[in-house]
């Protein structure tokens, strides 16, 4: 027969409602007195209801995790990252996946608003304005996408494009090229907008091409424009993109790194097993799987909730954290890039470079945390 709260209480000596209150609101609970309840429970194998526990006190424990594309390599580690942190805290993680399509994603989150008591968006495909609507139904986190008055994580990927791209100026390339990822995406527009200011002040050419799916097919698909641009130097949005360029262009017979140098984004296992081994940004994807449950949890106990199968609003108050949370990239160069046409000749004349490339032993130590002056 399963052991029960009474039986719980009545060991401790203790009333019903103190065992209750030790396993949801332990600080609520003298600590001697939470201490003992904890010792019984643990004695008599006492496991307390996630169910029971939401209709009294409006949370279910979980976490909702909707990401982008669960077979891009790029979500994996993020994923299992989040979980670890949820499950330390406490929590369970769902996990869905969207198909990079922004209807399904916005379908997700109104599925899963009554079963979680918050959701993690990973690298969202929905307009700023709905992801800002679905904010007021369920507590939300976004990660790889900024949006002012909403708590994010981001990763600094506009440090990491200028880094790739003064590591290809420095090797003597002029002409290069940014294969775009997908329509809509911060991440792109990010790596866009620093890739052309840090190619403008190194003196050279920046051809976009894009936007594109951000999949080995989409890298490949570019191949032969790469050839026809003439450049001798290609920033990928991401490591998918940058191996499907290395297939594309090895079979059209042009040479990576002799001929083109290629970089990616992500640092996926993969960078490291093609050949030649993929120079790319590393990106803190484990370090910001954490972060966003951590953040997601803070403003967990403060957001109005309804308490399950009652109706009835559970009157708290509402601090939502809107903190922005910016987590260093880190160039990491291997095979794929090496000395261009201009190698050795000096350089034009340029502004101001930015930092130089993050090199820490953990790239994922956060190095931004501010409120809402954030542009979306």
């Known amino acids: 027969m399963p052991v029960t709260i009474r039986d719980v209480a009545r060991a401790s000596g203790v009333h019903i409602s103190t065992v209750s209150r030790t396993f949801s609101a332990p600080h609520l609970v003298n600590p001697e007195t939470r201490v003992r309840v904890l010792a019984c429970a643990e004695d008599l194998g006492y496991r307390p209801n996630r169910a029971a526990r939401a209709l009294i006190t409006g949370r ?142 190194a003196g050279a050419e920046l051809t976009v091409l894009g936007p594109n799916p951000p999949t080995e097919t989409g890298g490949l698909a570019q191949a032969e424009q790469v050839r026809r641009a003439g450049v001798t130097a290609v920033l990928a949005y991401n490591d998918l993109m940058a191996i499907g360029l290395l297939e594309g262009l090895d079979a059209l017979g042009v040479r990576v790194p002799q001929e083109v140098s290629v970089v990616g984004v992500d640092d996926i296992s993969l960078s490291r097993l093609t050949r030649p081994k993929l120079t790319t940004v590393a990106t803190p994807t484990a370090a910001a799987g954490r972060t966003a449950v951590d953040m997601l949890l803070q403003q967990d106990t403060d957001f109005p909730r309804t308490a399950r199968g009652s109706g009835a609003t559970v009157a708290v108050g509402v601090r939502r954290t809107t903190a922005q949370v910016m987590l260093q990239t880190e160039l990491v160069i291997r095979d794929s890039t090496a000395p261009g046409p201009y190698a050795g000749r000096e350089r034009p004349a340029t502004a101001a470079a930015g930092p130089g490339p993050h090199r820490r032993a953990d790239p994922g130590n956060p190095v931004v945390a501010a409120g809402d002056v954030v542009a979306s």
């Open 60 to 201: 279910t424990h979980n976490i909702g995790l909707i990401i982008a594309d669960i077979a891009n390599p790029f979500f994996p580690p993020l994923i299992k990252a989040a979980e670890s942190q949820a499950r330390h805290r406490d929590y369970h993680v769902f996990v869905a996946d969207t198909n990079e399509d922004a209807a399904v994603e916005e379908e997700l989150v109104h599925a899963l608003a009554k079963q979680v008591d918050g959701v993690l968006l990973c690298s969202p495909r929905m307009s700023n304005s709905l992801i800002e609507q679905l904010s007021r139904e369920v507590p939300l986190v976004v990660v790889n996408r900024q949006l002012a008055g909403l708590p994010c994580v981001l990763m600094d990927v506009g440090q990491g494009a200028r880094s790739a791209i003064e590591h290809l100026a420095g090797l003597g390339h002029r002409e290069m090229a940014l294969l775009g990822g997908p329509r809509g995406s911060w991440t792109s527009r990010e790596i866009r907008r620093a890739a052309s200011a840090a190619a403008r002040a």
